[in-house]
């Protein structure tokens, strides 16, 4: 993997993974109904909430911190909406921008997938 392709929005004050996974989970935000059941599980705490697109406070989303996510694989087998999935490193940061559409985490505007997450699910911004 190269360069890590996109420029990240807000501060994350937690520790650093060790090394970098085989795979990392990729949040179908589509499907994520925002009951946080994911969060739980996740040993390294790397599941962030984040604001809905239609009542940010009512409705809150989650999203993967995929700098962070050791790809344990805890979170896509819980997940009671089956909203996760695991993808190899390469492919996971290469398909999060189709599939975390509301991202708050990081800038996907990098890769061109902007127009298409507002498209789906709504102007993004807090
Ligand atoms: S467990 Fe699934 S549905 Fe619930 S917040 Fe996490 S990703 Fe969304
Ligand atoms: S795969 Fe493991 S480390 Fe990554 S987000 Fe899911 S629970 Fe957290």
């Known amino acids: 993997m190269e360069e890590f392709p996109y ?17 990392t989970a990729v ?19 790397c599941i962030e909430i984040v604001p809905g697109p239609v009542h940010p406070e009512m409705h809150k989303l989650v999203e993967v911190d995929l700098e962070r996510c050791i790809g344990c694989q805890l979170c896509a ?7 996760i999935e695991m993808w190899s490193w390469e492919e996971g940061v290469a398909v999060a921008p189709e599939l975390t559409v509301r991202s708050l985490i990081y800038d996907y505007d990098a890769l061109g997938a902007d127009e298409s997450a507002e498209m789906r699910v709504g102007p993004a911004g807090v």
């Open 27 to 45: 949040i179908e935000q589509i499907g994520c109904t925002g009951c946080e059941a994911c969060i739980s599980f996740c040993p390294v705490d």
């Open 77 to 83: 087998r819980y997940c009671p909406w089956e909203t």
């Open 7 to 23: 420029r990240k929005k807000i501060e994350i004050d937690k520790p650093d993974r060790p090394r970098l996974p085989k795979e």
